[in-house]
């Protein structure tokens, strides 16, 4: 049922899409062939790439990829001028709005309106792919009054890497370069590490770069929803395991460093552990860090005293408008957040699924920098009220952004 809503959905967006932008045609017969064969390309290789994934050759599941993800990308906003459009004319037909040169020369405005709807498009497009393209390192500051390993740690946070076809060996190599050279004490993997299927891995011996990441105190990850939908999910923990990884699912690794990690399967397990059962041979003076790929469930580490919890999943929406279908949905989408005694981190991703573009978003890193609050101070821990750490961090927060070329924007502090 639900695949039959969203064909019938995509197929009524991209008639509509098609039949717009026919009618806005030069009246010349090649021209309207090479539109609707392009149109019925991308439509096509969008439905081959879903149905098939990555279980046909490299060849052609790469082209699939980029011709029909970037075929979505543009449906959308071409979907987007053309109801901005018709709703200008809807409101001309009641209110007359258009001055007399638009009326008496509809045809070249409509041609105009495609015109200046392609170039935008393709605007969109290239800033997309220079965002995906140019991961930036999002860097928070947030405070503790536990003790911490040498009074601090740098902890490094990444998510949604989603290792296909799509994203390769050659964008894995990238990334674990630049997250060796954030220097994290460790290093956290937030869940859909793989986007479907196993075989991509296997065949471009991604184990091999995964193998690389460097971090004294440890490299640690847990399950998202894309490892289940392949059916491979054995087969990708395994490749990481071998990678020298500690997969934690539904369980608990107690550092000898004086720190404790938890992580829960995704919850695509309808029958994962609960929270109070992986945690209840934990000594609660140590700082707990926890897993959770999906941040819906927000209230339930603050219950169970976690101090720090990393999730990612949302990929803030991956291109606009998609960001405020995800803050609709998601008490914190993205960004930091404080709940009673617990802060919270989602990030937005390092790789994404589906189309390579990030509009309104960005492909980022995490730096954690975890201080411990001198014990002579006396200062006690902040707390924010539910309606401020919901959606942000506290007032006094601020975010430093370091793209891989240059430094933007201001650093996040959080007093606990």
């Not at 902890?155 to 989603?162: G, Q, T």
């Not at 460790?186 to 995964?210: H, S, T, W």
């Not at 219950?303 to 990393?310: A, E, K, V």
């Amino acid at each position: 049922m639900f695949f039959i809503i969203v064909f019938s959905t995509f197929f009524a967006l991209s008639s509509y899409v098609f039949i717009r932008g026919f009618q806005a045609l030069p009246p010349f017969a090649i021209v309207k062939i090479i539109y609707s064969i392009l149109f019925i390309s991308g439509f096509v290789s969008f439905f081959l790439r879903m149905y098939f994934g990555d279980k046909i050759d490299e060849r052609y599941a790469v082209p699939l990829s980029e011709v029909g993800f970037t075929f979505i990308i543009a449906l959308v906003y071409f979907a987007i001028f053309a109801l901005g459009f018709d709703i200008l004319r809807i409101l001309n037909h009641f209110f007359s709005i258009f001055p007399e040169i638009v009326t008496s020369n509809w045809t070249f405005v409509k041609q105009g309106a495609l015109a200046l709807s392609v170039i935008s498009v393709m605007i969109l497009l290239i800033v997309g792919s220079i965002n995906f393209n140019n991961p930036v390192v999002t860097t928070y500051q947030i405070n503790t009054e536990k003790n911490l390993p040498g009074g601090e740690l740098k902890l490094v946070l990444v998510s949604d890497i989603h290792l296909s076809t799509s994203i390769n060996s050659k964008h894995l190599k990238k990334y674990v370069k630049l997250i060796n050279d954030q220097r994290g004490d460790a290093v956290f993997l937030a869940g859909d590490i793989a986007d479907r299927d196993v075989r991509p891995l296997i065949d471009q011996k991604m184990g091999e770069e995964l193998a690389k990441l460097s971090a004294p105190m440890g490299v640690f990850a847990i399950t998202g929803n894309h490892e289940f939908y392949g059916g491979d999910k054995d087969e990708i923990y395994k490749i990481l395991r071998e990678a020298g990884i500690n997969v934690l699912i539904d369980s608990l690794f107690i550092s000898p460093h004086g720190f404790a990690v938890a992580g829960r399967d995704d919850l695509t397990n309808h029958r994962r552990a609960p929270l109070d059962s992986i945690l209840k041979d934990l000594e609660r003076e140590i700082p707990v860090i926890l897993m959770d790929h999906q941040p819906k469930t927000l209230d339930d580490a603050v219950r169970n005293q976690i101090d720090l919890q990393f999730s990612g999943h949302t990929h803030r929406g991956q291109f606009w408008p998609g960001n405020l279908i995800t803050e609709a949905m998601f008490d914190l989408a993205y960004g930091h957040a404080r709940r009673g005694d617990t802060d919270f981190i989602v990030t937005s991703g390092l790789g994404l699924w589906g189309p390579k573009y990030r509009i309104g978003t960005k492909s980022e890193v995490v730096v954690i920098e975890w201080k411990q609050l001198p014990t002579s101070t006396g200062t006690t821990a902040s707390k924010s009220t539910p309606a401020e750490s919901s959606k942000s961090a506290t007032a006094e927060s601020t975010t430093t952004e370091t793209s891989t070329s240059k430094s933007t924007g201001p650093a996040t502090t959080a007093t606990r």
